[in-house]
């Protein structure tokens, strides 16, 4: 069984298009996170949900909008998507927002042409 | 947040020890220092984690001096799986996400 899966595994798509990368956990985790790895690998975090409530919002384009419908699931819906927007995004979760090892998905890499 | 400075890149050969330091200079007294593992086109894992002195698993072995300024994660006999990027981290468990730096891109040998 996959800890933290994420589908798709790899998304192409046109500029100005809407998009949704599913997150799941079955770890019985409290926290979920997202975070972006770009073409020279730096990874940062984007978005962090404890027990389904947003609890970090980095600075994010408004396109980028996190859904948590239950704490199992942590969604990333993007609108408008631009030629920038294509990197690998991760999905990860953690015990709780206290604990420090995250489990991490394969990733999600999108490409927008 | 502490900045951690560690080297972009080592070499290394199979069966040969790696140690791979990493600077934390302005750790606060309730940072933790923990150590992440990339594989290309996987996500990163956790490997190890400590607060002062020494910490071994079944992976590594983490060296905290006393002064906390600097670690160094230490992979014994390495193998050509063990080709990865490293992320030095320090982390503060009052409820921040993981900040990764730029890691370690170690390379191993036949």
């Known amino acids: 069984d996959t800890a933290v899966s994420q589908t798709p595994k ?41 027990n389904k409530e947003l609890i970090i919002n980095e600075t994010v384009p408004n396109r980028f909008s996190p859904k948590s419908p239950d ?22 979760s953690s015990q709780n927002d206290r604990n420090t090892e995250a489990f991490f998905g394969q990733g999600t890499r999108l490409t927008v042409v | 947040l502490a900045k951690t400075t560690q080297p972009i890149s080592m070499d290394s050969y199979e069966g040969q020890e790696v140690n791979i330091t990493c600077s934390h200079n302005n750790i606060a007294t309730n940072d933790y220092i923990t150590w992440y593992q990339q594989f290309p086109s996987q996500g990163p894992r956790f490997i190890i984690q400590g607060y002062k002195t020494k910490v071994t698993n079944e992976v590594a072995s983490l060296f905290i001096p006393a002064d906390r300024k600097s670690s160094t994660l230490s992979l014994p006999r390495v193998s050509l799986s063990d080709t990865a990027v490293y992320y030095c981290l320090v982390v503060n468990q009052a409820g921040t996400a993981l900040i990764f730096g730029k890691g370690t891109t170690l390379s191993v040998s036949s």
Not at chain 1, 12 to 31: A, F, P, R, W, Y
Not at chain 1, 71 to 92: M, R, W
Request: proline share 0%; charged share 20%.
């Open chain 1, 71 to 92: 704490k199992a699931h942590l969604n990333l819906h993007i609108n408008s998507l631009e030629l920038g927007d294509s990197a690998v995004y991760f999905c990860a």
């Open chain 1, 10 to 50: 790899y998304l192409v798509t046109q500029m100005g298009n809407d998009k949704s990368i599913k997150c799941e956990q079955n770890l019985g985790h409290d926290t979920m996170y997202w975070y972006k790895q770009d073409s020279k690998k730096f990874l940062k975090i984007m978005f962090s949900y404890n």
